[in-house]
């Protein structure tokens, strides 16, 4: 069971809003910056978000982050059958591990 | 532009040891600003961090506690790459095994290698 908790799974119809969610505590997202990640099935994942709201060149604006407290949200807006992945938050652990991974959210675009 | 290509067997005996590596370029295993990890991905465990290797004056390495007496991670400077060792496997072991670069100063992956499926079978 991992420390970061998400959703297992979101649905939404194309052209819609979807949020992820991630929540932990103060020891890993409550003190230190969180990535997000993207998983097609058969590819290496790919960084979507870091520090906390920050879209690598390449990533379209449609991808947007952002933490509160002990907790961090993905939105995907303008959905599209290409978004159906899994998605992963990211951070690393003032005590624990150096790196963490939330358990992943599956999207199904409808 | 950094890339990461992976080499190693698909296939291991359990109780055997499993063996990959990461070759680096366009950057060098010896940078300061990062480190040199091994996670692998599995359909019942999703993303799972597994161990790192980094030079920050000397070289440092962090395992999961998971597999933290069966695991090694190496940096090979000669060759610029690093290593992964996983020992005494089974079947729980099975997972597509990717090595990535973990940017130091804001703490994310920027760079994955392309994966190798590993499974653990007779």
């Known amino acids: 069971q991992s420390v970061l908790t998400q959703p297992p799974s979101v649905s939404a119809a194309p052209g819609q809003k979807v949020t992820i969610s991630c929540s932990g505590s103060s020891s890993n997202i409550g003190n230190n910056y969180v990535s997000w990640y993207q998983h097609l099935p058969g590819t290496a994942p790919k960084l979507l978000i870091y520090e906390n709201n920050k879209r690598p060149s390449g990533i379209p604006d449609r991808f947007s982050g952002s933490k509160s407290g002990t907790s961090a949200t993905l939105g995907i807006t303008g959905l599209q059958t290409g978004d159906e992945a899994d998605y992963y938050c990211g951070t690393w652990d003032t005590y624990l591990e150096p790196v963490l991974f939330g358990g992943g959210t599956k999207l199904t675009v409808l | 532009q950094v890339h990461l290509q992976q080499s190693g067997p698909g296939l291991v005996k359990p109780s055997q040891t499993l063996s990959l590596t990461c070759a680096i370029s366009?950057?060098?295993?010896?940078?300061?600003?990062?480190?040199w990890n091994w996670i692998r991905q599995s359909p019942s465990r999703g993303l799972e961090w597994l161990g790192r290797t980094y030079y920050r004056s000397k070289w440092y390495n962090d395992y999961a506690i998971s597999v933290k007496s069966r695991i090694t991670v190496n940096p090979d400077t000669s060759k610029n790459q690093f290593s992964l060792q996983l020992n005494s496997v089974t079947p729980e072991d099975t997972a597509v095994y990717y090595c990535a670069r973990w940017d130091h100063d804001s703490g994310y992956f920027t760079i994955w290698g392309q994966g190798t499926m590993v499974t653990v079978s007779s």
């Open positions: 366009g950057d060098s295993v010896s940078t300061n600003s990062a480190a």
